[in-house]
């Protein structure tokens, strides 16, 4: 008898294991499950929020492999799923950074508009000024001179440096060293006709050929 019952217990066994089986079986090819499983193997359709080589541009809708849109374009932000109110967002997005690089280009062109006329402005001060600087005369120089006539030299001459600092306190008027021509310092008393230098895209006042500043150096 025990060893019926031991026999009758190993078929239990077996039987149960097979219809575990069986049912497990059945599980793995059911129709519905088996479609689920192979969701993870199809690729995405995404919509790209910036261009990415050799995968689009912005804006564009592709497909991508599941892993590669959950570990690199998500968390950067690259692209979003394509469902109704994400294409919504980006097309908005889109329309509105262009209108804003527009705006900008815009913006840009006025600006150099306007910084043309203000230096039309100012090179047209400079040429309807006198600049006047101050110099002490060179004593020595004065009492061996040659001839009366000749004019009195100053103790230090002026310079590029400091015509340019006197024009930016005098005249308020910004400019360059670069912008003053003059091959030596100014070393006696007189009057002078100073060169300026500027942009070709400032035109010249009728009549004239070149630019030109009056200074004249006189003693206290």
Not at 85 to 112: G, P
């Amino acid at each position: 008898m025990a060893h019926v019952a031991q026999s009758r217990n190993v078929i239990r066994h077996v039987v149960s294991r097979g219809k575990a089986f069986h049912k497990s079986e059945n599980a793995i090819h059911h129709p519905l499950l088996f479609a689920c499983q192979g969701v993870r193997y199809r690729k995405l359709e995404v919509i790209l929020t910036t261009g990415i080589e050799k995968l689009g541009k912005g804006g564009e809708t592709v497909k991508v492999a599941p892993g590669y849109f959950r570990n690199h374009l998500m968390p950067k932000l690259l692209a979003v799923p394509n469902i109704d109110k994400y294409a919504h967002l980006i097309r908005h997005q889109r329309k509105m950074r262009n209108f804003e690089d527009k705006e900008e280009v815009k913006v840009v062109h006025k600006t150099s508009e306007v910084q043309t006329k203000e230096f039309q402005k100012a090179a047209k001060r400079l040429s309807n000024a006198n600049l006047v600087l101050r110099k002490l005369i060179d004593k020595e120089k004065f009492k061996n001179r040659s001839s009366k006539e000749d004019k009195p030299d100053v103790q230090t001459p002026v310079t590029k440096e400091e015509i340019v600092s006197e024009v930016a306190r005098q005249l308020c008027v910004k400019i360059d060293p670069d912008n003053v021509v003059l091959t030596e310092p100014l070393a006696t008393f007189g009057e002078y006709e100073v060169p300026l230098k500027f942009s070709k895209t400032i035109p010249l006042p009728p009549g004239t050929v070149q630019w030109i500043l009056k200074v004249k150096v006189r003693g206290h």
